[in-house]
């Protein structure tokens, strides 16, 4: 019975984990869902594959890093917000609505994003793996790879939710660019890699 609980405690530790530092992602998996339907580009397993393919790179950095095999710079990680700046951007200089839509390359541009998005998951993965021994660690991996399919299914409902698609088709041209601007501009800022420029250039 000890044995159960402690196998309970560490499921809904796993989950806490995946929740607080991925609820951002249901957004952008909205997006991608939405982009799938209407443009057709991602495809729907390119999303669901990119998902897995980008949170499971920042799953083994963090225990790589937790290990003591690797040190991370935390600050430079903010560089990855310029990849959903540069979508946006280009989105928004699109000339059709076609266009508008921040356009994702297959299932590595998709992971790319994801990469980006959860780049200080890190920050919070590393602390608790250096705590999990080998079993609570393959305990958490597994919840996270249910959690991974949780999250596409929700953002696959939402994307196809009628008031999220009208809303995304009529404010489209500007919305999603903004939301991929406003995603970048947030890890650049909370990185701290802009005071880290700043101070190497003087």
Same mark, same amino acid.
């Given at each position: 019975m000890p044995g159960m609980l402690d196998l309970l405690g560490t499921v809904a530790g796993a989950a806490v984990v995946f929740?607080?530092?991925d609820i951002d992602d249901i957004v952008i998996l909205t997006l991608f869902f939405i982009a799938a339907r209407t443009t057709g580009r991602p495809r729907t397993w390119q999303i669901v594959a990119g998902q897995y393919l980008g949170i499971g790179a920042l799953v083994l950095a963090s225990a790589v890093v937790a290990a003591g095999l690797l040190v991370l710079p935390e600050?430079?990680?903010? !560089? !990855?917000? !310029?990849?959903?700046?540069?979508l946006g951007v280009r989105a928004l200089l699109g000339r059709d609505e076609e266009q508008a839509a921040p356009v994702?390359?297959?299932t590595l541009g998709v992971a790319g994003v994801t990469i980006a998005n959860g780049a200080d998951n890190v920050a919070v993965y590393v602390p608790v793996f250096r705590t999990l021994g080998p079993a609570d660690t393959a305990v958490f991996v597994l919840v996270f790879v249910v959690l991974i399919a949780a999250w596409c299914a929700a953002g696959a409902w939402l994307g196809s939710h009628p008031r999220v698609t009208r809303l995304v088709e009529r404010?489209?041209?500007?919305?999603?660019?903004?939301?991929?601007?406003a995603i970048g501009v947030v890890i650049v800022a909370t990185s701290g890699v802009v005071g880290h420029l700043i101070d190497l250039a003087t």
């Open positions: 929740a607080a530092t600050e430079w990680t903010g !560089l !990855l917000g !310029l990849l959903p700046i540069a994702v390359a297959g404010a489209g041209q500007w919305l999603v660019p903004v939301v991929f601007i």
